[in-house]
């Protein structure tokens, strides 16, 4: 008898936690994804940037004079990838972990961004349905 009830309280709330999602995702998924795709293309801009500020040092340095292995070298160390196809010289070496240690927090942040303008978008969500 006790089992029957908590089943049926059990059912109750998931269908009501469906039944809160539902409303979420009608007419605002189109828009939703919009956003949260610029949200990613800007991340992946900033990156390539940032990417590009790595390969203008390291040719001011002098350690490379080609552009495409500056940035082959230098989106190689940012993405913590580490081919080891392109090898600096003893004396610029350090830079490459640095840039490393510079691109993994930003693949973080970058990551935590999506996550953040969806869960801003559903509290805007959810402010819409309180009224």
Avoid: Q
């Avoid at 390539?48 to 080609?66: D, K």
């Avoid at 196809?85 to 970058?110: D, K, T």
């Amino acid at each position: 008898m006790r089992a029957a009830r908590v089943r049926a309280v059990t059912d109750s709330l998931h269908a009501d936690r469906i039944a809160i999602l539902v409303p979420l995702t009608v007419g605002l998924s189109a828009f939703a994804a919009a956003i949260v795709a610029v949200a990613i293309s800007f991340a992946l801009a900033a990156h390539l940037v940032e990417i590009g500020v790595w390969v203008l040092l390291f040719m001011i340095c002098g350690e490379f004079l080609e552009f495409a292995t500056a940035f082959d070298h230098s989106a190689v160390d940012y993405t913590t990838l580490g081919y080891g196809n392109v090898v600096m010289s003893p004396s610029w070496r350090l830079l490459g972990p640095l840039e490393a240690a510079n691109g993994m927090p930003m693949f973080g942040v970058s990551t935590a961004m999506p996550f953040a303008v969806i869960l801003r978008l559903l509290h805007a969500r959810l402010s819409d349905l309180k009224d």
